[in-house]
């Protein structure tokens, strides 16, 4: 079945750039992504590889090319230390498919 | 503002029927423009999606739960439930609610707090 990779953990000084990769046969699938922060529910940053829901701030941005997904998070602030998960639709399978999930750290 | 809030014992034993209910607030369970999913995650691990239901009451299970689980939901209560039978140690999780939008492969929009299950005799 599907395995959507990603890196386990990114590190990173407050205002520099996030780059979190999601990759796995995406193969032209929609791929979204959720914030989850400590004792919290996952909340959604980026849906259909590239839109934001309202709320969310322009320094979160999504592609999607080939097999790989990333989620950009452009002037990281210490607010934005959480966990990131990519998700899409497997239509062979009928089978929504999380990825190994990124813990984002401000240093 | 759409509101969903999951309940349901936070214990269960071994081999019995984990059942929980997510209420819904400020939309209707009934519209025709979202599913509805539930979505679980173990302790320090990461989300898996367990299975979503339309208001029509089509379903679509991950393969790898669809032998153990079941999602149904009361319009009348403006709520939809899950039930896993046969649980395991291995069920134990957060479990959470989650609307996703138009088509079955949408985006989870909006999601309950979540409800810790702990499956221990």
């Known amino acids: 079945s599907y395995v959507l990779t990603q890196p386990p953990s990114v590190a990173l000084a407050p205002g520099k750039t996030a780059r979190i990769t999601c990759g796995g046969n995406?193969?032209?699938?929609?791929v979204h992504w959720y914030q989850q922060k400590p004792g919290q529910a996952p909340a959604l940053v980026i849906y259909?590889?590239?839109d934001r829901p309202s709320g969310i701030p322009e320094r979160f941005s999504g592609s999607n090319s080939g097999d790989t997904a990333t989620l950009t998070i452009s002037r990281v602030e210490a607010g934005d230390e959480a966990d990131y998960y990519c998700?899409?639709?497997?239509?062979?399978?009928?089978?929504?498919?999380f990825g190994t999930g990124t813990k984002v750290t401000v240093l | 503002q759409m509101q969903l809030q999951e309940s349901g014992p936070g214990l269960v034993k071994p081999p019995e029927t984990l059942s929980l209910t997510c209420t819904v607030s400020g939309g209707s369970i009934s519209n025709i423009l979202y599913f509805w999913a539930w979505i679980r995650q173990p302790p320090g691990e990461g989300l898996e999606w367990i299975g979503s239901?339309?208001?029509?009451?089509?379903?679509f299970y991950n393969p790898s739960l669809k032998s153990r689980v079941s999602i149904s939901g009361d319009t009348s209560k403006n709520q939809f439930s899950l039930k896993l039978t046969s649980v395991t140690a291995a069920d134990t999780a957060i479990y959470f609610c989650?609307?996703?939008?138009?088509?079955?492969?949408?985006?989870?929009?909006?999601w309950g707090q979540g409800t810790l299950v702990t499956v221990s005799s």
């Open positions: 259909y590889d590239g």
């Open positions: 995406i193969g032209g699938r929609s």
């Open positions: 998700q899409l639709w497997d239509s062979s399978n009928e089978l929504y498919v």
């Open positions: 989650a609307r996703h939008g138009g088509h079955v492969a949408a985006q989870l929009d909006s």
């Open positions: 239901m339309y208001y029509s009451g089509s379903t």
